[in-house]
Nanobody, 123 residues
Framework: VQLVESGGGLVQAGGSLRLSCAAS????????IGWFRQAPGKEREFVAG?????????YYADSVKGRFTISRDNAKNTVYLQMNSPKPEDTAVYYC????????????????WGQGTQVTVSS
């Protein structure tokens, strides 16, 4: 599975931004997809995850719950992260990752990673 993130950029606090994770390769719908982020000097952290197939299960870090929404469109082999009301502390490189097993908040549980997209939130 190859993953490519897009949609990052500069956004004002309180605005909105939508990240995309486009996949190619094996059956996309059979993979759990997670979004992670890494700020300078910090460890990579879980942001959101969506279950296989229909994506009926979604999971969020407490820090983004109620502001970010993860969704998937299997017909387009794409997972989205809608970021509403971002805060300066959301500034980071955002990565999407795929797992054939199940949703995990641990980066090591994911098999495939994209190259990342920078999100900068200005105050």
């Amino acid at each position: 599975v190859q993953l490519v993130e897009s949609g990052g950029g500069l956004v004002q606090a309180g605005g909105s931004l939508r990240l995309s994770c486009a996949a190619s390769g094996r059956i996309f719908s059979s993979y759990v997809i997670g979004w992670f982020r890494q700020a300078p000097g910090k460890e990579r952290e879980f942001v959101a995850g969506i279950s296989k197939w229909s994506g009926s299960g979604t999971y969020y870090a407490d820090s983004v719950k109620g502001r970010f929404t993860i969704s998937r469109d299997n017909a387009k082999n794409t997972v989205y992260l809608q970021m509403n009301s971002p805060k300066p502390e959301d500034t980071a490189v955002y990565y999407c990752a795929a797992s054939a097993v199940g949703i995990s908040r641990t980066p090591e549980e994911y098999d495939y990673w994209g190259q990342g997209t920078q999100v900068t939130v200005s105050s």
